[in-house]
């Protein structure tokens, strides 16, 4: 999940001075402003069948309300390999879209109130823009504070009312053919899942039928949100908060995963040993050693039993949490275990307690233990995996992504949030890492981080 927000940039005067000299912010408000993004054209891309009349109402599932970010957004960047006219492109990402929307039909509608969309097929917010440089020339050295730009709704993002679209979408047509592919659909209809899977839907790739979470986890009034928004402002805090990426290839995470074995740990993934080095990473830099508290998001599909099917529109997600509240000292693998842990007891049981007669005594119980937790001064940490999601498989006809970013948070009220993401050659993790700016000086300084990851590398280095 992510909610993100910018500051306006500090006007610069003279820049006659040589660029050895220039701060490193001044360097990339300069790429910044001399990038531009012109949109060229706004349509609405409606259904290519009609909604029947028993569907026009989509209500959203109880495990919606868990969501606080209005949008998770995601740009998908694209080369011109095989020299594609645009127009071509144009037109069958347009002709493809329809087909999609008759099958996910609630992101064509507008928002009813804050448990149901009205599903009204007036279609997607599809905006058109060009770019005045050349792809390659913006990944060699990406400035993620201007991927902003691609983007259909520019931060910072605005709540949703009645009456809002679901779905937005923007199509960035670089001076070289290339394309960035820019969304900002509901979170509180779609996780990251599902967002895959409207993607692969849109592609192409798969055929997917209609499976929605309202049916699982219905929803009759709204105390999971307010319940959840409780826990969710023990999190958040003031600061300078920025984004950098932490990325490990495959060589650093064999080399973390072999860090981590012991005879508690077992052939541990990719994300609990890059979830757990950073969290050690990060408890280590603090000046102000509390407690600590990592939380991931977990996807309750797989962990239910029998699992669930991956298309079921909605946001079927839970947190799991991790504390340490011994030295901050502790080991890699101890760390490992922890996170292994809490999110192992998020298994075919609780998935069914979740469903069950029990369940608002558990998901109280569960949020305001996370919430008093932070309360007490512990420092938390965020976590959510967009990993073997399969956004590099998405191939539109034109070719697959060379790069899938999320986007930078400029902002002074925020939380600690880390967004794991695959690199292209997917043995690899992005880490999107976002923390008050003091923090983060501690974290870019830790010179066991450095051993393993490189930061904000361009994302054409192999």
């Known amino acids: 999940?992510?909610?993100?927000?910018?500051?306006?940039?500090?006007?610069?005067?003279?820049?006659?001075?040589?660029?050895?000299?220039?701060?490193?912010?001044?360097?990339?408000?300069?790429?910044?402003?001399?990038?531009?993004?012109?949109?060229?054209?706004?349509?609405?891309?409606?259904?290519?069948?009609?909604?029947p009349n028993h569907l026009k109402n989509f209500n959203l599932s109880l495990l919606d309300q868990l969501i606080p970010a209005p949008y998770a957004p995601i740009v998908l960047f694209y080369p011109n390999l095989d020299d594609v006219k645009v127009h071509e492109k144009s037109a069958l990402l347009k002709k493809s879209l329809t087909k999609t929307l008759s099958s996910f039909?609630?992101?064509?509608?507008?928002?009813?109130?804050?448990?149901?969309?009205?599903?009204?097929d007036q279609g997607v917010n599809y905006v058109t823009t060009k770019v005045n440089c050349h792809l390659m020339e913006f990944l060699n050295e990406p400035n993620l504070e201007s991927i902003g730009q691609f983007l259909p709704c520019q931060p910072p993002f605005k709540e949703l009312a009645a009456g809002d679209c679901v779905t937005n979408i923007q199509i960035n047509v670089f001076k070289c053919g290339g394309i960035a592919i820019g969304l900002c659909i509901a979170h509180k209809v779609l996780d990251g899942t599902v967002l895959s899977t409207f993607l692969k839907n849109w592609a192409g790739l798969i055929q997917c039928p209609n499976v929605m979470a309202n049916y699982l986890f219905p929803a009759e009034d709204l105390w999971l949100r307010d319940t959840s928004m409780t826990m969710w402002s023990s999190m958040f805090k003031k600061g300078n908060f920025v984004t950098k990426r932490f990325v490990f290839n495959a060589p650093a995470i064999e080399n973390l995963k072999a860090m981590s074995t012991n005879s508690h740990v077992k052939y541990p993934t990719k994300v609990e040993v890059v979830s757990s080095f950073i969290w050690k990473c990060s408890i280590a830099s603090n000046k102000r050693p509390n407690n600590s508290l990592l939380t991931h998001i977990v996807n309750l599909r797989k962990r239910a039993s029998p699992a669930l099917p991956e298309n079921i529109l909605g946001n079927l997600l839970w947190l799991s949490s991790a504390k340490n509240t011994e030295k901050p000292e502790m080991e890699l693998p101890d760390l490992v275990n922890q996170v292994r842990k809490s999110i192992s007891r998020i298994d075919g049981d609780y998935v069914q307690r979740l469903r069950g007669d029990e369940r608002c005594n558990l998901?109280?119980?569960?949020?305001?233990?996370?919430?008093?937790?932070?309360?007490?001064?512990?420092?938390?940490?965020?976590?959510?995996?967009?990993?073997?999601?399969?956004?590099?498989?998405?191939?539109?006809?034109?070719?697959?992504?060379?790069?899938?970013?999320?986007?930078?948070?400029?902002?002074?009220?925020?939380?600690?949030?880390?967004?794991?993401?695959?690199?292209?050659c997917v043995d690899g993790i992005e880490?999107?890492?976002?923390?008050?700016?003091?923090?983060?000086?501690?974290?870019?300084?830790?010179?066991?981080?450095?051993?393993?990851?490189?930061i904000d590398p361009s994302p054409l280095s192999k």
């Open 431 to 454: 880490a999107w890492v976002t923390l008050d700016e003091e923090e983060m000086n501690m974290l870019v300084g830790n010179q066991e981080l450095l051993a393993l990851a490189c």
């Open 363 to 424: 998901m109280r119980l569960s949020l305001k233990e996370i919430g008093d937790f932070c309360t007490k001064g512990a420092n938390h940490y965020g976590f959510s995996s967009w990993c073997k999601f399969g956004f590099y498989d998405i191939d539109f006809g034109f070719g697959k992504p060379i790069w899938v970013s999320s986007i930078s948070s400029r902002c002074s009220f925020f939380m600690n949030l880390i967004i794991l993401m695959e690199t292209r």
């Open 105 to 120: 039909y609630p992101l064509a509608g507008r928002f009813k109130d804050e448990l149901s969309i009205d599903c009204n």
């Open 1 to 51: 999940m992510l909610g993100i927000c910018y500051v306006s940039p500090v006007y610069i005067g003279s820049l006659h001075c040589s660029p050895l000299f220039l701060h490193e912010e001044t360097l990339n408000f300069i790429k910044t402003t001399m990038m531009k993004v012109q949109v060229i054209s706004r349509e609405s891309i409606k259904p290519s069948s009609p909604t």
